[in-house]
Structure formats: structure tokens, C-alpha cells
């Protein structure tokens, strides 16, 4: 129960892409994407164009704003003449939006929802890194033409294992589901040679795990608090979207990290007819996530059912060479898929040695428009 969307032009697609599971899963756009902003939602404004309608800025700020979107639409690696005498590998993000002189505001949802940064730290790091996720953002909404640049799996994100299962038993894989007590056995060497479950050793040659597999190989780094609301109506103020992500920048909160809400409804096949579901996430500062979350919550209207929920998050440190324990970070509060995809082709360049290289056509994986 952790939903996160999927950016259409981002590396998880062109993962599915490359593995060949889009041709078992169906995907659906959605609908809005918003930022909050001195208590109000809005929708994320991407390119020039939306730069000068948006509500967000006054007139001034979107004339800046708009330049800065050029700037970055316009922006190619190997074109010097894009670059405008800025080496974006040494500029600061910071220095990048003094050059526009871009408001604090502006530059919170730029950072936050539009590069998806999760804290402010991004603002003394190179530019090009954010350069190059605003150019994604804006690729991957102009993609479907939709009201935003993500799209998420009908039926949910159940479909994705199902998909790597069904394209692992092509290639002759093992599925052995709903295991209990799964135990990584380990020699006297202290590397893994298999799995027991039930009084039988799956032997192998590597584990590839989440935390909770191997406790002992990993340390806490947080907490996410979290929120699962179930609702009768789309959150108010997002144009009636039935699918919808809202992103309410830390500075905006007076927090020290983001908060995320996600909504889906019956239109992506995850409720029943007429009933929507939002998560209202944050990494947690407190004990008491009613509290914390209550920001998140209040833009929701009506809630018919509401519970909440603190789990740990971990990362590995054990030395998979020595051991061969592959382990991945547990999930973050996103609600997208951009830092937890990073890990998983992370974890692949160290279980096989190799980069994988993503460059797809991306017309193979294709989303069917919010009211079709």
C-alpha cells in the first residue's frame, strides 16, 4: 500500500520498456498534477506557455519564470549555443535562479514540484541536475497531452509484479508465493547460498531482498508517516480529477521535508465505482502522524474512512561482495517513482556488473487518456 505514479518519460518506463513487461500491462494518464502554496492548490505550471496562464505568480514573476522555461526547454548537453555561457556542472541551482531572479515561492515549486526534490539541499548542488528533471517533467507531460506527466497501471501497481512474473515464467523462472518465515541461510564464509521456507532451501547464487529479510544488514534512516483515506468525491480545487498528485514544498509547511498526496479512483480500476483513495505521506518528524499530516489532509474535503500509519525506512550496509545479500532501501514518502527507481538500477549495475542502458523507443508503452 505504498501508490506512487510513474513519470511517462521517466526511467521506470523505459525499464518496462526495456524488459518487455509493457506488453502485459495496460496504463491510464493522470489527470492533475498541483503544488500547494500559501494554503492553496495549483496546478503545476511546465512549459513557457503555462508559465504565463498560471495563477500561481503575478505578472512580472511569470514573464521571469517564462524565460527561465525557455532557458531549460531550449537547453541541450553537446549544443554550447543552449548553454548561454553557463556551465550548469558548476553553477549552483541557487545561482541558476538569481540569474532570472526567480521569487522564494517560484522557486519552491520549481525545486519541489517540478524537479521533485525533496528537501532544499538541491539549491547549493549543479544545476544540470535540475535542469535535466524540469526537461523531464515538461517531456513527459507534453507526451500524452494530459493534465499532467504521470500515468499509473489500471488495476494498480500489482500489475508490475505480475507482469515481471508472468515475463519470468517465458524465460523459465520460479514463482513460490505467500512463502512464511523466509530465512536466508548462510556458510560458513558468511555468504548466502539460498532461502528456507517450510523445511525447503531454495539454493542460489545471490539474495535479492527488501530490509525486512535481513535486519541485521541494514540501519533505520527514517520514518514515513502516512495516511490511507478513502473518499466519495475528487479532492476539491483539482478541476474534478479523478487521479491526481498535490505536493506541498517543505518551506511551505514550515517542515523539514515534503509532503505528498496522492489520489486514484474507480477511473483506474482501484476502487469501487464512485470511490476515490488518497494517501497523505511525509517523512515523519514526529510520533503522531494525525498531527503532522493534517495539512495534507485538510485539502481533502469529506473523508467517509481514514487510518494512519508510521513505518521505519532502512537502507543496507552490509558488502554485498562479501556476502551476496543484495538489499534495497525501503520506499520513501514520494508519491512517484523517480528516487525509488534510482536504487533498483543502482542494485542491478551491482548484481551483474554492467550499466543498463535505457535508451528505448518509448512509443511501446502507451496510456489511454483519462476519460476514454
Known amino acids: 500500500m505504498i501508490p506512487k505514479f510513474m ?60 524565460k527561465l522555461f525557455i532557458y531549460v526547454q531550449d537547453y541541450e548537453d553537446n549544443d554550447p549555443k543552449s548553454h548561454e555561457g553557463l556551465d550548469l556542472n558548476k553553477v549552483a541551482t541557487k545561482e541558476l535562479m538569481a540569474k532570472y531572479g526567480l521569487e522564494d515561492n517560484t522557486i519552491d515549486f520549481i525545486g519541489h514540484a517540478l524537479a521533485l526534490h525533496r528537501d532544499d539541499s538541491y539549491l547549493d548542488e549543479p544545476a544540470i541536475d535540475t535542469v535535466k528533471r524540469m526537461k523531464l517533467y515538461a517531456e513527459s507531460l507534453a507526451r500524452f497531452q494530459g493534465g499532467s506527466p504521470y500515468i499509473y497501471p489500471l488495476y494498480g501497481l500489482g500489475e ?10 517465458v524465460y523459465g523462472g520460479t514463482y513460490m508465493l505467500n512463502k512464511p518465515e523466509c530465512k536466508v541461510e548462510f556458510d560458513a564464509n558468511g555468504k548466502a547460498y539460498g532461502v528456507t521456507s517450510e523445511g525447503e532451501t531454495a539454493r542460489c547464487k545471490k539474495v535479492v531482498c527488501d530490509p525486512s529479510y535481513l535486519p541485521n544488514k541494514v540501519k533505520k534512516v527514517g520514518r514515513v508517516a502516512r495516511a490511507i483515506c478513502i473518499m466519495s468525491h475528487p479532492i476539491p480545487n483539482t478541476n474534478d480529477s479523478h487521479s491526481v498528485q498535490i505536493i506541498l514544498p517543505q518551506k511551505q509547511l514550515g517542515r523539514k521535508s515534503d509532503m505528498y498526496v496522492f489520489c486514484c479512483s474507480y477511473t ?43 513505518y521505519d525506512r532502512y537502507e543496507p550496509i552490509n558488502k554485498h561482495d562479501e556476502d551476496n545479500c543484495f ?32 535508451t528505448v523507443d518509448l512509443s511501446a508503452a502507451s496510456a489511454a487518456p483519462e476519460d476514454a
Not at 508490475?160 to 508472468?166: D, E, N, S, T
Not at 480500476?269 to 510520533?287: L, Q
Open 268 to 310: 483506474h480500476n482501484v476502487a469501487p465505482k464512485g470511490k476515490y483513495i488518497a494517501f497523505v505521506s511525509t517523512e515523519a518528524e514526529t510520533d503522531q502522524p494525525e498531527v503532522e499530516l493534517k495539512r495534507g489532509i485538510d485539502l481533502l474535503g469529506s473523508v467517509d474512512e481514514i487510518f494512519f500509519d508510521i
Open 160 to 169: 508490475l509484479p505480475q507482469g515481471f512474473a508472468r515475463l519470468s515464467a
Open 7 to 66: 513519470m511517462a518519460n521517466g526511467a521506470l518506463v523505459r525499464v518496462l520498456i526495456h524488459t518487455g513487461v509493457t506488453k502485459y500491462l495496460n496504463f491510464k494518464a493522470v489527470d492533475g498534477s498541483f503544488v500547494y502554496n500559501k494554503g492553496k492548490i495549483y496546478k503545476v505550471p511546465a512549459t513557457d506557455v503555462e508559465a504565463l496562464k498560471s495563477t500561481l505568480m503575478g505578472l512580472f514573476e511569470k514573464r521571469r519564470a517564462r
Open 327 to 358: 538489499i534495497s532501501m525501503s520506499y520513501d514518502a514520494t508519491t512517484h517513482f523517480e528516487s525509488t527507481v534510482q536504487d533498483v538500477i543502482s542494485m542491478y549495475s551491482r548484481i551483474t556488473g554492467k550499466e543498463l542502458d535505457l
